[in-house]
């Protein structure tokens, strides 16, 4: 789309910049108010590249107080879409200015990249820092991608053979199985695993900067996350894997609905997505990953290890979230909340109980229809929030009732005593919250039985527990899902149950049967040891994108 540059003076006095869209839309490069105080968001900026590329540099006000903080044996690059704005950058932030600069517009951008090509030691071996003026970045992107691609490709290592992926770059904050899985890939590859600490990053310059230097510095085959924590709202980790060629390992471990609300358009040709759950590979297939695959959930040995004990300190017991009021209030707060909706909720997550598998989505509009009652929105974030909420107050209900069914049996609750107590207000024995990485494994281990309910998230996928409470030498019933066929032997390995009837049975067998016991948790422990550690979970997406 043809744009036309205009120069204007802002309300400060300063000049300041905006395009003329072939629409007649404006796009702004920079505030008709007070354009010069974009310095003020560049202050931790830090310039650490042999090569500092400017991608979209404007009027500079955003660097103008950092620009002597450049080392005097960086090269600059300084990718501008007009030609205008570089020559009086030129003339302005540089003119006293001791470094080399090549600047590259529109207009002269295959001549200079060329020239480039040609002198070898402008970047070989070269780290190259790239700074975005982000209003100029994203008024032409497309140029700005391809300009900065044909940089990367002069200087980036060729790619390994597949089957040579060994370096990993993991996004890692304080989330859920990011250290399990940092010790299952050292495991597996015999390397140290790369950690990028996104938690640490409060603007997108700094997370930007960091993230490019740790890539230009380590070189990681490949990056791996867990439900795409770490990745950016802005699109700047996608679009910098994509432009160095780098690919980019998702395994989603809860619902990717949700997640995928802000990080859709981000998806590109080089992601590959696991699932825990099977029931969302269509749709994660439709999201445009490159490939997307079942995994499921695993344990790791460093946690949860032991022999079966002879004595426990409780009977009966369930470690884990009511999924009452607090759980659901935080989600029903993410869309708009409407009382009439009540009714239609209360009947969905009824379905949901009793069918598992149904598109959460459609039953809505069905009930809704069949009630006469009009959802209020129609956007996707309100309908995927309130699709969550229905599914996890189906969860809800699933505990309630199968809780409440073994109160006569002196359960033991572990965990959210708050909504426990709210759910069940009368005399029942519950526990504050344990940590899963110090505290449960001992836990299990004092419960002669253990009670698995897993969340209506799953319709036929395993959680943890069924693979914790084993290695951990105690005894697991777990409720019948679909996958636990394809991961042990039923009965034999591990015991489940399918209704409350079935499972009181059961309880009161187990609760008697310390031999039978026994050669379970010893069974479910030689098949988890050979199948399902978190390692053998990393073999398996070593081999996928290999093949």
Known sequence: MKSTLQLFTAKSGFQSARILMADNSLRHLHSTVKPEAEAEFYTSLSFWGDVIVFAGIGLGYHINKKIFEIPSSSQIIVIEYYETLVTICMKTIF???????????????????????????????????????????????????????????????????????????????????????????????????????????????????????????????????????????????????????????????????????????????????????????????????????????????????????????????????????????????????????????????DIIVQMRNVSVLDTLYETASAMNIHLPFKDTRNLTWLCSYCIHCASMKKRKKIIGSLLPFNIELFGDPEGWNKMFPFNIKTNPDIDYSNQLCNLYRTIKININITSCQMPSAVNQRVFDIPMSGSFVITDNQNDLNELFSIGDEIVQYSFCDELHELISFYLNNDSARKNCIIAAQNRIRGEHLYKHRIQTVFQKIIC
Not at 148 to 167: C, E, G
Not at 186 to 210: A, C, D, K, N, P
Not at 212 to 219: D, M, S, V
Not at 241 to 270: A, E
């Open 95 to 349: 003119k006293d200015f001791s470094n080399d600069i090549v600047p590259i517009t529109f207009k002269n951008s295959e001549d200079i990249l060329t020239k480039i090509k040609k002198r070898e030691s402008l970047l070989k071996n070269s780290t190259i820092q790239i700074i975005k003026h982000p209003a100029s970045y994203y008024g032409n992107k497309s140029f700005y991608d391809g300009t900065i691609a044909s940089l990367f490709s002069l200087v980036s290592k060729k790619r390994p053979n597949k089957k040579d992926y060994k370096k990993v770059l993991l996004l890692y904050g304080n989330f859920f199985l990011q250290e399990e899985i940092k010790r299952a890939i050292q495991e597996v590859t015999g390397q140290s695993v790369v950690l990028f600490h996104y938690e640490r990053y409060y603007s997108g310059i700094e997370y930007e900067s960091h993230l490019l230097r740790i890539i230009w510095t380590e070189k990681p085959d490949f990056v791996f996350t867990v439900n795409m924590k770490g990745i950016d709202g802005n699109g700047i980790l996608s679009n910098t894997l994509l432009i160095m060629n780098i690919p980019l390992i998702v395994w989603f471990v809860d619902d990717p609905h949700p997640i995928l609300l802000h990080q859709k358009s981000f998806i590109n040709s080089l992601m590959i997505a696991f699932s825990w759950e099977k029931k969302y590979i269509y749709f994660l297939n439709k999201c445009g990953f490159h490939a997307v695959e079942y995994l499921p959930l695993a344990t790791d040995k460093t946690l949860f290890s032991g022999d079966p004990l002879s004595t426990t300190k409780t009977q009966l017991g369930f470690v884990g979230s009511s999924m009452g009021h607090t759980f659901l209030e935080n989600i029903r707060s993410k869309f708009l909340w409407n009382n009439k909706l009540s009714p239609v909720i209360n009947r969905v997550s």
